[in-house]
């Protein structure tokens, strides 16, 4: 094992890493095409046994990490989601499995047809090619990303941020050795060493060698992305998720809505998929206390408007910029409003297009929220919390698009195929 944990510090010609890095994804990307999927199978499995065997070392490195990130005063919620203990291997490995036991999408007749000279058409899956991933914090992202790109036939370049340095050097290693494992070029997918955030701005030039860029992170960062690249970009956006108490939901189960509420915001404060806005019929003030006091409880900050201070005298009184903010701590925005209309309204002026949750034991209204919010995941009774690839069944997600181009919520192994036209024929010539 050749493991390097520390990112390049010294000076680098920007240009010429970019372009090496480029050039051989591409070239890893062009081998990998006539690799069958039995054989990109294999090298998962090879690497959810190699994060397993290196668990320690993982954790360990993942500890450096964390001393950094306490030394620059990092929040709570940044070092949770910078943290890996030994479950969490696990779960990354048994991710990656999962991965490996999904159908390949490589190949998939999507549609097909005859045409009346005889031609046999025919839309079949096909890799992207190359994918550079920019993505902050999160070490499990560098597991996800490279295993879901194996699956699709996808060679990648991943730059993570430097506060996972450590841990995303020691993952990316381990699956560049299970490629050697299967007799597969490492540079199927590279880790950017350098710690020059300059080099990001190079590689989003290299539109040549570069297919797809998906940048995770915060709103800046995927704006940069955006202004920089002569790469089409899927973008990740603000999870300015919300939970809609509708006026039915009183009919639900006692406390159901409260829990779902608590559920959704608490459970883990610093995720995309958290609520960050719960908007409360006003003809639902009794679960807007119960929901209240449990939040209380688990020490979130409210901030709410006039109606929702009245009803809870501890809430902070929230401001127009609290509508509009993902903030991925224990505080949440709660208002109340007069009707369904009112809710979308609200949602869709205010909302990222993540996720929104209504809470109703009306058919009539859940279908209309649901047709109505302008959203790549839309929840009916349940916490936001379940928007996940994870929890989608598709072993794990390369992040959740909140584009309508070329993919929309959690992104699996199929939304990183493209397709192209087969098409066979008999010796047909056009008149």
């Given at each position: ?16 890493e970019a372009r090496r890095l480029a050039g051989q994804a591409r070239a890893a990307s062009w081998k990998l095409a006539g690799v069958g999927g039995r054989q990109r199978n294999e090298v998962l499995r090879s690497l959810a046994d190699l ?48 991965i490996g036991d999904q159908t390949d999408p490589v190949g998939q007749v999507i549609e097909g047809s005859v045409r009346p000279n005889g031609l046999r058409l025919e839309k079949v899956r096909v890799p992207l090619g190359v994918i550079l991933?920019i993505y902050e914090s999160r070490p499990n992202v560098t597991c996800d990303a490279a295993a879901l790109c194996l699956k699709a036939g996808n060679a990648t370049i991943l730059r993570g941020g430097k506060e996972a340095a450590h841990s ?264």
């Amino acid at each position: 094992m050749h493991v390097t944990t520390k990112l390049q510090t010294e000076p680098v010609d920007l240009p010429a890493e970019a372009r090496r890095l480029a050039g051989q994804a591409r070239a890893a990307s062009w081998k990998l095409a006539g690799v069958g999927g039995r054989q990109r199978n294999e090298v998962l499995r090879s690497l959810a046994d190699l994060l397993e065997e290196r668990t320690d070392h993982l954790v360990q490195a993942n500890g450096r990490d964390l001393d950094l990130a306490g030394e620059s005063g990092a929040s709570e919620a940044f070092v949770g989601k910078l943290r890996i203990g030994p479950p969490d291997v696990a779960t990354m490995a048994a991710a990656v499995r999962r991965i490996g036991d999904q159908t390949d999408p490589v190949g998939q007749v999507i549609e097909g047809s005859v045409r009346p000279n005889g031609l046999r058409l025919e839309k079949v899956r096909v890799p992207l090619g190359v994918i550079l991933i920019i993505y902050e914090s999160r070490p499990n992202v560098t597991c996800d990303a490279a295993a879901l790109c194996l699956k699709a036939g996808n060679a990648t370049i991943l730059r993570g941020g430097k506060e996972a340095a450590h841990s995303n050097a020691v993952i990316a290693e381990a699956v560049r050795d299970a490629l050697e494992a299967q007799g597969l070029d490492r540079d199927t997918v590279q880790l950017v060493q350098t710690s020059d955030r300059a080099l990001v701005g190079e590689l989003l030039k290299r539109n040549k060698e570069i297919d797809v860029v998906i940048p995770r992170g915060g709103a800046g960062l995927i704006r940069a992305v955006v202004e920089q690249s002569h790469i089409p970009v899927i973008k990740h956006f603000d999870g300015i998720c919300h939970v809609y108490v509708d006026r039915h939901a009183l009919e639900l189960p006692e406390g159901q809505a409260a829990a779902i509420c608590v559920n959704a915001k608490a459970q883990r404060p610093g995720v995309c998929n958290a609520a960050e806005t719960l908007l409360f019929h006003e003809a639902a003030a009794p679960i807007l206390r119960e929901t209240g006091r449990r939040l209380r409880d688990a020490g979130v900050e409210i901030r709410g408007c006039e109606l929702t201070r009245q009803i809870l005298e501890s809430a902070e009184p929230a401001t127009e910029d609290d509508w509009s903010t993902e903030y991925l701590d224990k505080i949440v925005s709660i208002r109340v409003v007069s009707s369904l209309a009112d809710a979308v309204e609200h949602i869709n002026r205010h909302g990222s297009g993540h996720t929104d949750a209504i809470l109703t034991a009306d058919i009539a209204s859940a279908d209309a929220f649901v047709a109505a919010v302008d959203s790549a995941n839309v929840m009916v009774n349940c916490s936001t919390r379940f928007s996940d690839g994870g929890e989608y069944g598709l072993g794990a997600e390369i992040g959740i698009s909140t584009d309508k181009l070329h993919a929309r919520g959690p992104m699996g192994a199929a939304d990183l195929t493209t397709y192209k036209w087969v098409v066979r024929g008999d010796g047909q010539v056009r008149q």
